[in-house]
């Protein structure tokens, strides 16, 4: 996936972020021989390396470890970019979350959806008492700084806040690195214990959350932004799991939607359509389930 930095809701995101504290995100990416054109395209190594240049100048230069959980947008919708208005449209919670994490490449290609998928992911799966909300960040050629995880987790806490007027308590949050001296800045930002040394990060929220509506649903909105939102992913390439919702979405109406047929609709074979699907960490059962789920969900509301 190669877009430019100015469509990227994740870059505007933590460059308001970085100026609140004082720090130039630009003078600083310069500093470090990175001082990419914004409407330059960057691909997503080249694009995860600046992100990782920019975290490790960020706790250089305040000494501050936790710097992550502090630097959260004024305005947290902006790291939703053009999801803003598919998401504000979604009748609750649940509905808003599975459609973020349908189109998080839309967000940053550094991030995508997905269950099992080894590299970056951000997937919902609901247990016994809580929804789990997965976030693995892909590498470039540098490491991950754990300061980007505590970022994006801090905005998503603090953006859910901003869609339904109330704050949502993770019941537990597992983090993938090892636990600091002091866990407090951590413990405080999320409202939960934090489980650190974890295998992924993982955010777990109380089912009961999920069914908290928000104020701006608007169905005819919503189906309106989602062809939208589903031919800019088209466009960009970077996320087949949106273009087969969109073939789904039409052919549902029609019967049983068979995968040679939407694969026939997009120009590949079967076997070339499940692979980018499995890329992606889902299957085409999945999101024949989801698909039709959501469609039932649209009726009922209308």
């Avoid at 967000?107 to 590299?119: A, E, L, R, V, Y």
């Avoid at 300061?147 to 308590?169: C, H, N, P, S």
């Avoid at 005819?220 to 939102?229: A, Q």
Wanted: charged share 20%.
């Amino acid at each position: 996936v190669v877009v430019p930095l100015s469509q990227l809701s994740a870059f505007k995101a933590m460059k308001d972020g970085f100026a609140q504290r004082g720090l130039d995100l630009s003078g600083i990416l310069a500093e470090a021989g990175l001082n990419p054109d914004p409407n330059e395209s960057v691909d997503a190594e080249h694009l995860a390396d600046i992100f990782s240049v920019a975290w490790d100048a960020a706790v250089a230069r305040t000494g501050d470890p936790a710097i992550g959980l502090a630097l959260c947008p004024r305005q947290p919708l902006i790291g939703l970019g053009s999801l803003s208005s598919l998401i504000l449209s979604a009748p609750d919670l649940r509905s808003g979350l599975q459609r973020m994490a349908r189109y998080t490449s839309l967000i940053s290609p550094t991030t995508s959806i997905g269950m099992d998928m080894p590299s970056t992911s951000v997937g919902m799966r609901v247990d016994q008492d809580a929804c789990r909300i997965t976030l693995r960040i892909s590498a470039g050629k540098l490491a991950v700084p754990q300061q980007r995880y505590d970022f994006m987790a801090a905005t998503f806490l603090k953006g859910m806040f901003w869609l339904i007027g109330e704050k949502v308590t993770p019941l537990r949050v597992h983090h993938p690195y090892a636990a600091p001296a002091d866990p407090t800045p951590w413990e405080t930002a999320f409202g939960c214990p934090v489980l650190f040394g974890a295998a992924a990060f993982v955010i777990e929220l109380p089912l009961a959350a999920l069914d908290q509506p928000f104020p701006t649903s608007d169905p005819t909105v919503g189906e309106m932004c989602e062809r939208m939102v589903a031919q800019l992913a088209a466009e960009q390439g970077g996320c087949i799991t949106a273009r087969v919702r969109q073939a789904l979405m039409q052919l549902i109406a029609k019967g049983d939607p068979r995968r040679e047929l939407v694969a026939a609709t997009l120009c590949m074979s079967e076997r070339t359509l499940q692979r980018r699907l499995t890329e992606e960490g889902t299957s085409f059962i999945e999101l024949v389930d989801d698909t039709r789920r959501e469609l039932a969900q649209r009726y009922f509301v209308n």
